[in-house]
């Protein structure tokens, strides 16, 4: 029994019930005063799991070593900065309550769960844990026709995919006896061992956590939830779960599963390349911000996929750097998409934005960053991702899945030029409202962060490797 | 030889309610057989030495879901009778499917063999000497505390989440402010009347609302000083 080896994950669920308390308490709307403890129970949470050692407890259901260090600064990051954007919209949408930061809060001690899942159980209770919340707050504007759809589709089509991860979950039990990584890598050391029943499963649970990331065959929701779900919520949405989900593949096939990489590898790819295709061309045709940063999240997922797909340490170490680029980008993406406000009332198409840089210069040449990035232009963080990935894929002879991600990538960044374009050559719509000081913070951290990764890439990639030698043992 | 009596007697009355319950025509009397069954069911558990078992059936069944169950019957008001009515009609059709399932089965349990091996992991390797009510909160408690302190956490999120996603303070619902109660004084919504001397004073005459004249006796009850059940 190691109860310290939870620590962070324990403060921070503790943390958010006081958070609840505390709002159900207090007299006055205790929106902001919330989000500020969730926002300090973050950090705090933080500096715990930087000081975390090395363990495994629990009776072996959860472990903290390097990689989940890694993912959960991770996931920190990005729920703080998604309180942060949260703080101003809130506000103007009139959904000011303070149950909003105690869910992110609560959905955040799940990925931090999945992180360090190292049993299938705790797998699947992070998952829910994370998931629930989710659904939640996808239908917390409750006034709102599309974001209460958004949540029962999310919703729905969530209880379909975990109904196919349990069912995966209880084939790889049924025929391989444990539900325990470190019992299945044991006794799963060839190809050849793993019964029909093994393999079905694990395709299951790699059907249920690719709903997760909302890789293609299972992205259907991703559009209208985008769309529909409040806006922080989508920010939030599109950063962190993506990440936990991610991590959690990783972690699952490259730990338990790794000697049936024959086996998944396949799977893998043909996702991966149906993912980057969809992202690229589905995302040509959009006129809603939010729905195009649907297709380009279910892209950038299927880049991440590449790194899985390769099957080894430097693949898995692609998909870790890729996973802190997409994060900061996204996350100051959103911030300037939040920034669309005419009139106090929130706009939401790519025209809206013509002539932005001649209305406010400043928001244009962030959001001009970001857009280069995504399409992984050098210097910015997004080219040093997507360098790393198919570094590893050419590494490992991969040589098809790497040229359909380059050319992907160059079919993907049309559209987000196309944006670039809208803001500084067409002719300038009515300007925005002033920006609230939160959005632009949490856009200059991401913009600087995106535009200076090269200059301190080499820690990141040093602590990546460090994360991904521990999954391979 | 008596332990088998009382696992037929048990096992008989439960087939019996069992039946009773897809039966009755009365709902009311089907949830009640539908307790009856619970009880003899956690009366079969007592004989199999799973006592936590059978106390939580009776519980967590009869004391939340049966009563539950009973509630929802007496209120939905559920016109059974009518359900029936194609009773009559769906009973070929039923009565194949049910034929067919039934053949299944047989065949599936006909073939089934049990591997050679397993006759020694047929039981769970349980200590004998630790009772079934201490294994299952070593199991919860201790081995499974993350698993089930993380499920807690899951239905505290579906909590918070029928609550955010349903609660809705209408400006019309009434709501009673203890504190405001108390604190009222009578000059606050009461004016001091001049009465003629020697008159007398008639009962409701000394302290009046202050505007809209209430019902008589209640500005008399007002006046004794106590004004605070408005």
Redesign the interface.
């Known amino acids: ?1 190691n109860w310290i080896s ?1 620590l962070p994950e324990l403060v921070l ?1 503790c943390a958010g ?1 006081a958070i ?1 308390v505390f709002g159900v308490l207090a007299p006055k709307n205790a929106f902001r005063l919330a989000s500020m403890f969730t926002i300090a129970a973050f950090l705090i949470t933080a500096m715990l799991v930087m000081g975390g050692t090395t363990s495994l ?3 072996g ?2 472990s903290s070593d390097a990689f989940s260090q890694f993912v959960k600064l991770l996931i920190l990051a990005a729920a703080t900065l998604g309180v942060i954007v949260s703080l101003d919209y809130s506000e103007h949408e009139n959904m000011q ?1 303070f ?1 909003f930061p ?2 992110i809060l ?2 955040t ?2 990925m931090m ?1 999945m992180a360090s899942a190292a049993n299938l ?2 797998l699947y ?2 998952v ?2 994370m998931s ?2 989710i ?2 707050l996808a ?2 504007a ?1 006034d709102n026709l599309r974001s209460a759809e958004a ?1 029962l589709k999310y919703f729905v089509l969530g209880a379909l995919a975990s109904g196919l991860l349990l069912y995966g979950i209880s084939l790889v039990y049924g025929f391989s006896g444990s539900m325990n990584f470190a019992d299945l890598s044991a006794e799963l050391t060839s190809a050849s061992q793993a019964s029909t029943g093994v393999t079905i499963g694990v395709v299951f649970i790699v059907a249920g956590l690719a709903f997760k990331v909302s890789a293609v065959p299972f992205h259907m929701w991703t559009p209208d939830v985008y769309e529909g779900a409040p806006t922080p919520v989508t920010a939030f949405m599109g950063t962190a779960p993506k990440v936990a989900a991610m991590a959690l593949l990783v972690r699952l096939l490259s730990g338990p599963f790794a000697h049936l990489l024959a086996q998944w590898q396949q799977l893998i790819v043909l996702v991966a390349i149906a993912s980057m295709l969809l992202g690229s061309l589905a995302a040509i045709g959009q006129k809603n911000i939010k729905r195009l940063m649907a297709y380009s999240s279910i892209g950038h997922m299927g880049y991440a996929l590449v790194g899985l797909a390769a099957g080894t340490p430097l693949g898995v170490k692609g998909v870790l750097i890729y996973l802190v680029t997409y994060v900061f980008m996204n996350v100051g993406t959103f911030a300037c998409i939040l920034a669309m406000r005419r009139r106090g009332r929130a706009v939401e198409g790519i025209a809206d934005l013509a002539g932005l840089a001649k209305t406010d210069l400043g928001m244009a040449l962030w959001l001009a960053i970001f857009m280069f990035s995504m399409a992984g232009i050098p210097p910015f963080s997004g080219f040093w991702g997507k360098l790393f990935i198919f570094q590893a894929a050419v590494t490992q002879g991969m040589w098809v899945l790497a040229v359909i991600g380059v050319l992907t990538s160059v079919i993907g960044a049309y559209y987000y030029i196309r944006i670039i374009k809208v803001m500084f050559f067409d002719d300038a719509a009515e300007a925005f409202d002033a920006r609230p000081a939160s959005l632009s913070f949490v856009a200059v951290a991401g913009g600087l962060f995106t535009t200076g990764f090269f200059l301190f890439a080499a820690p990141v990639e040093a602590a990546a490797l460090a994360a991904a030698k521990v999954i391979f043992g | 030889m008596i332990a088998t009596l009382a696992f037929y007697l048990f096992a008989g009355i439960l087939l019996v309610s069992a039946a009773m319950v897809v039966s009755a025509r009365n709902p009311v009397h089907a949830v009640l057989f539908l307790i009856l069954s619970f009880f003899n069911a956690a009366a079969l558990f007592l004989l199999a030495g799973a006592e936590f078992l059978a106390m939580i059936l009776v519980i967590v069944y009869v004391g939340a879901v049966a009563v539950l169950f009973l509630f929802v019957v007496m209120m939905l008001d559920i016109n059974f009778t009518q359900l029936r009515e194609g009773f009559q009609r769906y009973l070929p059709v039923g009565a194949t499917i049910g034929v067919v399932l039934l053949a299944e089965l047989v065949i599936v349990f006909g073939g089934w063999r049990i591997a050679p091996g397993s006759d020694a992991h047929r039981f769970a390797p349980i200590d004998v000497a630790v009772e079934n009510t201490r294994q299952i909160g070593n199991i919860l408690y201790t081995d499974y505390i993350l698993l089930f302190q993380a499920s807690g956490l899951i239905l505290l999120v579906a909590m918070i989440g029928a609550i955010v996603l349903t609660l809705r303070d209408r400006k019309t619902s009434l709501h009673q402010v203890v504190s405001k109660q108390v604190a009222r004084m009578p000059a606050d919504t009461l004016v001091m009347v001049d009465v003629i001397r020697g008159a007398g004073v008639p009962a409701d005459h000394y302290l009046r609302p202050k505007v809209a004249p209430v019902a008589a006796p209640e500005a008399a009850h007002d006046s004794h000083g106590h004004g605070g059940h408005h």
């Open positions: 029994m939870a669920a019930m609840l407890g629990y009776s259901l959860f309550r149950e105690v869910l609560l959905s001690v799940g769960l159980m705790s209770l992070g829910e844990l629930l919340s659904y939640v239908a917390f409750r949540g």
